[in-house]
């Protein structure tokens, strides 16, 4: 059985930084890609970063690129999200999410992925 654990999240102001952290647990060798999505209230999830566990390569959303940064360690079988100049924009709950399939746009789409049970990330103006 997989499980997924997110930790990190908190209150910040504007400009800060967090560092988000997923732990994975299970069967995980088939996992493909690690990463993150969010969702604010009243809007949808959406991708945020992810990482290849062949390549290490890694994507981004546009509204991310720059201040966020992801990293794995493998031997921890965890995944970091490293967020720096925080916007109020960046306020939403933060899932962890595996995916098994080898194609990065259905990891973005969301199907079949496990899923972590997310972490809130606020920040403040």
């Known amino acids: 059985q997989v499980q997924l654990v997110e930790s990190g999240g908190g209150s910040v102001q504007a400009g800060g930084s967090l560092r988000l952290s997923c732990v994975a647990s299970g069967y995980t060798s088939n996992f493909r890609y690690m990463g993150w999505f969010c969702q604010a209230p009243g809007k949808e999830r959406e991708g945020v970063a992810a990482?290849?566990?062949?390549?290490?390569?890694?994507d981004y959303a546009d509204s991310v690129k720059g201040r966020f940064t992801i990293s794995r360690d493998k031997a921890k079988n965890t995944v970091y999200l490293q967020m720096n100049s925080l916007k109020p924009e960046d306020t939403a709950m933060y899932y962890c999410?595996?995916?098994?399939?080898?194609?990065?746009?259905?990891?973005?789409?969301?199907?079949?992925?496990?899923w972590g049970q997310g972490t809130q990330v606020t920040v403040s103006s």
């Open positions: 999410a595996a995916g098994v399939d080898p194609e990065l746009s259905w990891y973005w789409r969301g199907d079949g992925n496990y």
């Open positions: 990482i290849s566990t062949d390549s290490g390569s890694k």
